[in-house]
């Protein structure tokens, strides 16, 4: 599996469509399947895209900066290992993420970004995965009263 970069703000729209967004302390996670058919023909299964942003609101040019670096560095550490043990191998399932700075994520040490990231990707990821239905048969019953 390897890491591509989303580039174009369509990529970005496109994941945000989906409006699936994990939201930590220390940054903002959009994900999104790659299901779309011209887009699946472009990527190779078990392909992840990704995407770096932050706004103005996180700080100047180089807090904005040193945020991304973080994330990136997040990212290259620990997005295929958590992605690979999520997602079912049978599957040839391909994700974009978006990763949103926010003013938290400049100041927070290391180790919290590490936990945020690795949580705010189990819930993303958690979203697509199916679920079993919660199904419990109910009782017959069987002492019917008939009258004539």
Known sequence: MALSRLKKRADFLRVAKTKVVAKT?????????AIDVALA??????????GFTASRRVGNAVKRNRAKRRLR???DMHLEKKVLETIDPSTGDSFE?????????????FPQLSKDFIKG??????RFQPRPIAFEPQEE?????LSC
Request: aromatic share 6%; net charge positive; hydrophobic share 45%.
């Open 25 to 33: 302390s220390t940054m903002l996670i959009q994900c999104t399947p």
């Open 41 to 50: 023909e472009q990527i190779q299964p078990k392909h992840l895209r990704v």
């Open 73 to 75: 560095a997040l990212a």
């Open 97 to 109: 993420f978006v990763f949103i700075a926010i003013p938290g994520t400049v100041n927070a040490d």
């Open 121 to 126: 990707v189990r819930w993303c990821l958690s």
């Open 141 to 145: 019953k069987t002492d019917v009263k």
